[in-house]
Structure formats: C-alpha cells, structure tokens
C-alpha cells in the first residue's frame, strides 16, 4: 500500500457516514435534514503516438448488467464513515509491479534516462510519498509530503528543506478563543499550490472522523472536528510565517445551523486565482472560498468578516441505499478549473457544478453561487459525467450509479473542460457543461488520477493510477510516457501542475511510493 490511504471506496468497500449540512435558504425541493455523505468515501513509448480511439458521447460506460465490478476508485484521506453502503461491491485488487521493474530494493528507485525529464527523489532529501508538487512565482518548488511535512528546494539549491509542526505548520484549527484544540495533532500534507513568490498553499488530512464528529452527540472533540484545512506558508529570513485557513462557519453565520458548522477537513486540491483574488479548496464533502491575502485572526470564531473563508457548497443529489431510505450525495472534490471569467468548474465523486462566483449579478455573493448549484431550481447545473441509470429526479439506487469519480479537471482556450476519473478515464464537456466527448475509457487507461493543460502547447496530461504511468492528448494523437518512465511507471501519479509557459513551461509530475519503492518528483522541459 502506498504512502496515501484510500479513500473508504478503497479494498475495505465502499462506507457511508450520517452526518449534518446546511447553507442557508433553498427553494422548493431542499432539505436540512441530516444527510449521508459517500467519502472518498501504456503499450507504446513517449515519442509514439497513435490515433485516439473515436468514442462518441455516451458509449464509454459498461452496458447495465454486464457484472462488471467497480472499479478501484481515489485514494488519499481517512474522512469518517461509520456505516456500509449496501449496494456497493469491493472493487478488484491493483496489479502488481512486474518483479524486474528496475528497482532490485525496497527503498529504492532507479530513474529513467528519459530526454527532457529530471527526476528527484530522497536522495535530494525529498519525501518518500510525494502527494503534490508545485511552484512558486519565485521558483521555489514545493512538495505535498504526506505525514513526512512539507518539502521545499529553493532555485539553485541541491537539496530540499523539510517543514513539520515543529516549524510552525498547522493542521488544526482553533478554539473560540483562540487556543490550540488540546490532544496529540495529525500531519499529513495532501496538497499544495504556489502564490506569490516565497509563499505556498497547503492542504491537509484531517483525523478519521473529523467529517462527522462535530454531530455526534456525546462524542464531539475539537482535535477531530477542528483537524485538517488548510494553510498559507511563507517564507521568511528565519524560517516561514504561517497562516490558518479554519474552513468552518462560527455561530450565527448560517442560519440553519446556528450552533456552527464543521464540515469540511481534508483539502484535496487548491487553487489560487491571481487574477481575481480568488483562493479555492476543493475538499471533502464540498468545496470552499479563501482569501489569498488573509493575515489571520485566531479568535474569530468562525464568523466570515474574519475567517477569511466562506464555505460550503456542494451539487449534492438525493439518493437511495438499499432500504430505500433517502439521503443526501457528496463527496471529494478533486476537480477544480477556473475559467477566464473567475466562475469555476468544480467535480466530485458524484456530480460536478459550474460555480458562479464572479458571473452572477453581484460578483463574489457567496450564498446567491451556492445557490445557482444546489437549489431544485439549478438541476441542470448538477452535471452527471458518466451518466447514472437513474437521474436525479428518479432518485438513483445502489444498483442505478455510476458515481464519475473524478479526480482533476482541465480547463482549455476555447472553454471546453477536460474531467478525468479514478476509474472512468476522460470526458470533455463543452462551456455549457455538456459532455461531447469520452478517451481513455478502457483498461489501465481509464485509471486518471490527475489531470492537467500543458501551458506550452495546450495539450493534456493524464496520469495514471497502476500501471500507466501518462498519456498526453494533443491535437488528434494519443501519445503514451510508459516504457520511458521505466520503473516510475508503476508508481501513481498523483498530482501533475503545468508552471509557466511557451517555452519556460515546466511540467510538474508527483509519483507517489509503490510497494515500499519511494516516490519522485519529475520536472518535464521537453516539447
């Protein structure tokens, strides 16, 4: 098992937690009653290329009834569940590595010669699970870590500083008054994305049922509820300066749950848009706003004039388990693409949205977007890539999903998105959010585990959870980066960031470890 957990669709099935969510007002057809959130919960080598299989919209799922079993969906956080999802089925196992994938021991890998790539792993002082990458307007490359902390090289240096919680970083939240939640914390960094120069975005696990805790009755604890979110690290002569984004709402803030809201922990993926001064954390359960320019304010208590946050939304349906009780759908919000209007598309297990955050009349009205996602009214807004048996409106059984499972979106220039999946490889919606398009459907392909646009020439990057390690879709040719990865192509690809672009691009690439081998950063250049 590799150094990221997975998600409870993982070996152990598929689990479900009863936990609360309000948001304010909703029309007709909404509801505030406790709802049940699903956590999550290569044949030719780089330089080949060969013809994308022509897959028209609609035919890349398998047909009702074929006894197809799931298949293996994300990894990464530990959210609270406490109960199965009757319906579900135990996925199958991964495949493992072949014996003689040229890493002869355990804690050990051997790098391809591969021309435009650079590889870094531990004997740079990098981690040995490496969850996320990213850059800097300064150059400084960050890692996502996992329990190891955060990792940084600085442009020119050889080898990476590590940050932990004795540095200052701060997977927890804070007390009413501004105390620290008492009890031994948790550190695992699961995401990272670059601001300004000297200063990055990190996103981390909360503990197993920091989801769900704050509900509990008799078993509510600060250090599980308060666990997890996300900070701002930058450096500074001495060391870095840290400021805490506790994603919650205090007292008061949302009017169905007055008594405060603790929902979302673990950050998935961020996304930092410069142009509107726009923070976004794609997490758990929903997804949430942050201000990229917060200084911090420890006893705020969750009110948003000082939080620095506005959380939550979610495109959450109403489904059935198998006794037919009702509730509602939402998780794992890995896909976050912001268009050039500052609207962003988000996708989870279930449902994807277009957030508009900057379209609507009042930019930046934070209820009135939630809103255009969640209200009965904004059901088209509910995008279901990889179509259920059974629409919203019919309300879908376990026997009627086929939860999309998403994993990363891309946005392109011509407005259109690229959606990847943990198991259902890529789609394509256009601007409107219709989906036109299916690639990488079958086999090891459809196994995405992260998505992104190459700023040099607009091409698209998949990587692949077992066994894939990319494919890059550009033009009208599939072109497959297995055999030049060598071993690293049986490490899962968990995060890939383009940085800059024309010429100064540079590809970002996380393999994560893979049966006790560490994992790497690779650094792409080449055309």
């Given at each position: 098992?590799?150094?990221?957990?997975?998600?409870?669709?993982?070996?152990?099935?598929?689990?479900?937690?009863?936990?609360?969510?309000?948001?304010?007002?909703?029309?007709?057809?909404?509801?505030?009653?406790?709802?049940?959130?699903?956590?999550?919960?290569?044949?030719?080598?780089?330089?080949?290329?060969?013809?994308?299989?022509?897959?028209?919209?609609?035919?890349?799922?398998?047909?009702?009834?074929?006894?197809?079993?799931?298949?293996?969906?994300?990894?990464?956080?530990?959210?609270?569940?406490?109960?199965?999802?009757?319906?579900?089925?135990?996925?199958?196992?991964?495949?493992?590595?072949?014996?003689?994938?040229?890493?002869?021991?355990?804690?050990?890998?051997?790098?391809?010669?591969?021309?435009?790539?650079?590889?870094?792993?531990?004997?740079?002082?990098?981690?040995?699970?490496?969850?996320?990458?990213?850059?800097?307007?300064?150059?400084?490359?960050?890692?996502?870590?996992?329990?190891?902390?955060?990792?940084?090289?600085?442009?020119?240096?050889?080898?990476?500083?590590?940050?932990?919680?004795?540095?200052?970083?701060?997977?927890y939240g804070y007390l009413k008054d501004g105390s620290a939640p008492v009890g031994p914390k948790y550190l695992k960094v699961l995401s990272v994305a670059g601001g300004?120069?000297?200063?990055?975005?990190?996103?981390?696990?909360?503990?197993?049922?920091?989801?769900?805790?704050?509900?509990?009755?008799?078993?509510?604890?600060?250090?599980?509820?308060?666990?997890?979110?996300?900070?701002?690290?930058?450096?500074?002569?001495?060391?870095?300066?840290?400021?805490?984004?506790?994603?919650?709402?205090?007292?008061?803030?949302?009017?169905?749950?007055?008594?405060?809201?603790?929902?979302?922990?673990?950050?998935?993926?961020?996304?930092?848009?410069?142009?509107?001064?726009?923070?976004?954390?794609?997490?758990?359960?929903?997804?949430?706003?942050?201000?990229?320019?917060?200084?911090?304010?420890?006893?705020?208590?969750?009110?948003?004039?000082?939080?620095?946050?506005?959380?939550?939304?979610?495109?959450?349906?109403?489904?059935?388990?198998?006794?037919?009780?009702?509730?509602?759908?939402?998780?794992?919000?890995?896909?976050?693409?912001?268009?050039?209007?500052?609207?962003?598309?988000?996708?989870?297990?279930?449902?994807?949205?277009?957030?508009?955050?900057?379209?609507?009349?009042?930019?930046?009205?934070?209820?009135?977007?939630?809103?255009?996602?969640?209200?009965?009214?904004?059901?088209?807004?509910?995008?279901?890539?990889?179509?259920?048996?059974?629409?919203?409106?019919?309300?879908?059984?376990?026997?009627?999903?086929?939860?999309?499972?998403?994993?990363?979106?891309?946005?392109?220039?011509?407005?259109?998105?690229?959606?990847?999946?943990?198991?259902?490889?890529?789609?394509?919606?256009?601007?409107?959010?219709?989906?036109?398009?299916?690639?990488?459907?079958?086999?090891?392909?459809?196994?995405?585990?992260?998505?992104?646009?190459?700023?040099?020439?607009?091409?698209?990057?998949?990587?692949?959870?077992?066994?894939?390690?990319?494919?890059?879709?550009?033009?009208?040719?599939?072109?497959?980066?297995?055999?030049?990865?060598?071993?690293?192509?049986?490490?899962?690809?968990?995060?890939?960031?383009?940085?800059?672009?024309?010429?100064?691009?540079?590809?970002?690439?996380?393999?994560?470890?893979?049966?006790?081998?560490?994992?790497?950063?690779?650094?792409?250049?080449?055309?």
């Amino acid at each position: 098992m590799n150094g990221r957990r997975w998600w409870t669709w993982g070996v152990a099935g598929l689990l479900a937690a009863v936990v609360a969510c309000g948001g304010g007002p909703q029309d007709s057809g909404e509801s505030s009653e406790r709802e049940r959130d699903e956590q999550g919960h290569g044949s030719t080598d780089a330089g080949t290329v060969e013809p994308p299989p022509p897959v028209d919209a609609g035919t890349s799922q398998p047909d009702a009834g074929t006894g197809e079993p799931p298949p293996p969906p994300p990894p990464p956080v530990d959210a609270g569940t406490i109960e199965p999802d009757a319906g579900t089925v135990e996925p199958p196992s991964p495949p493992p590595p072949p014996v003689d994938a040229g890493t002869p021991d355990a804690g050990t890998v051997v790098y391809p010669d591969a021309t435009g790539w650079t590889f870094l792993g531990p004997e740079y002082g990098a981690p040995h699970e490496v969850l996320g990458v990213t850059e800097d307007e300064g150059g400084n490359l960050w890692v996502a870590g996992g329990e190891e902390g955060l990792f940084l090289l600085r442009p020119g240096a050889a080898t990476f500083e590590r940050f932990t919680m004795d540095d200052g970083l701060r997977p927890y939240g804070y007390l009413k008054d501004g105390s620290a939640p008492v009890g031994p914390k948790y550190l695992k960094v699961l995401s990272v994305a670059g601001g300004p120069a000297g200063t990055v975005f990190v996103g981390y696990q909360g503990s197993p049922d920091c989801e769900s805790n704050y509900y509990t009755p008799g078993a509510k604890n600060p250090n599980s509820y308060k666990s997890g979110d996300a900070d701002k690290v930058t450096l500074t002569e001495t060391g870095i300066e840290v400021v805490h984004y506790d994603i919650s709402s205090g007292p008061g803030v949302i009017g169905e749950e007055s008594g405060g809201r603790e929902k979302l922990c673990s950050i998935l993926r961020i996304v930092w848009d410069k142009k509107h001064g726009n923070l976004w954390f794609g997490a758990n359960h929903g997804f949430a706003w942050g201000d990229p320019d917060y200084t911090g304010d420890p006893t705020c208590n969750g009110q948003r004039e000082c939080s620095g946050v506005k959380e939550h939304a979610h495109p959450h349906i109403n489904a059935k388990d198998a006794s037919g009780h009702v509730f509602r759908l939402t998780d794992a919000y890995y896909g976050v693409a912001v268009r050039p209007d500052g609207d962003v598309w988000f996708g989870g297990a279930n449902r994807s949205t277009r957030f508009r955050y900057m379209a609507i009349k009042t930019p930046r009205d934070f209820e009135t977007a939630r809103k255009q996602t969640e209200n009965a009214s904004a059901i088209k807004n509910r995008i279901d890539v990889w179509p259920d048996l059974v629409d919203e409106v019919g309300i879908p059984g376990p026997s009627d999903r086929v939860d999309d499972l998403v994993s990363g979106m891309a946005l392109m220039p011509d407005g259109s998105v690229w959606v990847s999946s943990f198991a259902r490889g890529l789609a394509r919606m256009d601007a409107t959010g219709m989906v036109n398009q299916y690639a990488l459907g079958t086999g090891a392909d459809r196994y995405v585990s992260a998505l992104a646009k190459d700023g040099a020439d607009d091409s698209v990057w998949a990587g692949h959870r077992w066994g894939g390690g990319l494919t890059r879709l550009k033009a009208d040719m599939v072109m497959r980066y297995s055999q030049a990865l060598g071993a690293l192509s049986y490490h899962p690809v968990w995060d890939i960031q383009s940085v800059g672009s024309g010429p100064e691009r540079r590809l970002l690439v996380a393999f994560g470890s893979e049966s006790g081998h560490p994992g790497a950063i690779g650094i792409y250049r080449g055309e």
